[in-house]
Each structure stands twice: as C-alpha cells, then as structure tokens.
T-cell receptor, first 115, second 110 residues
C-alpha cells in the first residue's frame, strides 16, 4: 500500500460527458502528479501540482484540467470525453521540496472507460 | 529529455539473480537514474535511484557504469512476485515528472 488513494476505482461513461477523478496523496507529501496509461501511448505524464500551485505540464489536453486543494488532495477533470480517453489514470505523490529528487508513490489508478 | 533503451522482455528462473540493463548514452551530468516497476494491475512502484555510485536497498541494487552511459538493475533472487515491467528513467533537478519508456517485461519461471 503506497499510501496514495484514488477514487473511483472504475468509471464508465459516455462520449461527450465530464468526469472527475480524485486523489489523496501520502500524508505529508506536497506534490501530486497525474499520469495517463493507455495501450498505445504507454505511461504519460499529464500535470504536477506542488502545494496548491501548478508546477509542470506534460501532454495534457485542453479538455483536461486539474487542481490541488488546501488539504492537498487533487482532482483531475476530464470533459467532452472521447473514446480515446479510455485509459488508466494514476496519481502519484512525493515530498519534493524543490531541489532534491524524491521518489514518487503511485496510487492504484482509476480505470476510465468511455463508450 | 535524455532517452533510455531497454530490452523489451527478459526471462528468469525463480531464486536466480536477474540483471536488467539500461542504456542511456546521452545522459547529462545532472540526470539521476531511476528504476520503477509496475506489477500487473497496479500502479508503478519506486525501486531505486542513483547518480554516480552503485546503490543498494532492500529491493535491489543499482550498478552504474563509470561513464554513466549505462546501468544495471540487479535483483539478487528473483521471486514470482518480481514479475513486472521495469522502467529505467532519467530525471534531473529541473522537474520531478517521470518520462516512462517501454520498459522491460520480466517474466519469472518457477
């Protein structure tokens, strides 16, 4: 158990809809990362938040957005869903005070199926 | 980002050592070498990381070549639970996001 929790575990929705994925980081971790894992693209970094502020952006579509709340939990919002958005979405957390490399701890993922 | 090259798959027998290679010929001086693994139906899991010197922890050892252009993850006694995809990743101080490649799928035979 990594200490990172993600809800829901599974999500099935229709094209055009909007969903919200939730992540609670390990206790004390200030950084949250979102990754997408699909069969054709592998594991891809989407976005990072550090203590409530956006820190880095990867291959995140404009239809997707995220935020980190004062209690450090994070939400990834996916809108106007397309079939190609079907994937596993992982959240990870790390201490990351800025200048030192810290390992990331990954949650169990949310499996999104768009029909 | 500097790239890494790993074999697509490797096989090992249970209770034998496993050496998983990774080539990173364009590594820069500030790149750390990280290894993560992903067990079936789970999120990736941190294994080990290093910069220049060899590193050991309870999970594995990391041997880094003197010129840092390659590294090897060593599992001292493979168990069935070690069957996973192993990712070798370069990461520097500029950002902490991880760039995953294809990884090596390790199969462990009883």
């Amino acid at each position: 158990d990594s200490g990172v929790t993600q809800t829901p575990k599974h999500l099935i929705t229709a094209t055009g809809q909007r969903v919200t994925l939730r992540c609670s980081p390990r206790s004390g971790d200030l950084s949250v990362y979102w990754y997408q894992q699909s069969l054709d693209q592998g594991l891809q970094f989407l976005i990072q938040y550090y203590n409530g502020e956006e820190r880095a952006k990867g291959n995140i579509l404009e239809r997707f957005s995220a935020q980190q709340f004062p209690d450090l939990h994070s939400e990834l919002n996916l809108s106007s869903l397309e079939l190609g958005d079907s994937a596993l979405y992982f959240c990870a957390s790390s201490a990351n005070p800025g200048q030192i490399i810290y390992e990331q701890y990954f949650g169990p993922g949310t499996r999104l199926t768009v029909t | 980002d500097a790239k890494t090259t790993q074999p697509n798959s490797m096989e090992s027998n249970e209770e034998e050592p496993v050496h998983l290679p990774c080539n990173h010929s364009t590594i820069s001086g500030t790149d750390y070498i990280h290894w993560y693994r992903q067990l079936p139906s789970q999120g990736p899991e941190y294994v080990i990381h290093g910069l220049t010197s060899n590193v050991n922890n309870r999970m594995a050892s990391l041997a880094i070549a003197e010129d840092r252009k390659s590294s090897t993850l060593i599992l001292h006694r493979a168990t069935l639970r070690d069957a996973a995809v192993y990712y070798c990743i370069l990461n520097n101080n500029a950002g902490n996001m991880l760039t995953f490649g294809g990884g090596t799928r390790l199969m462990v035979k009883p």
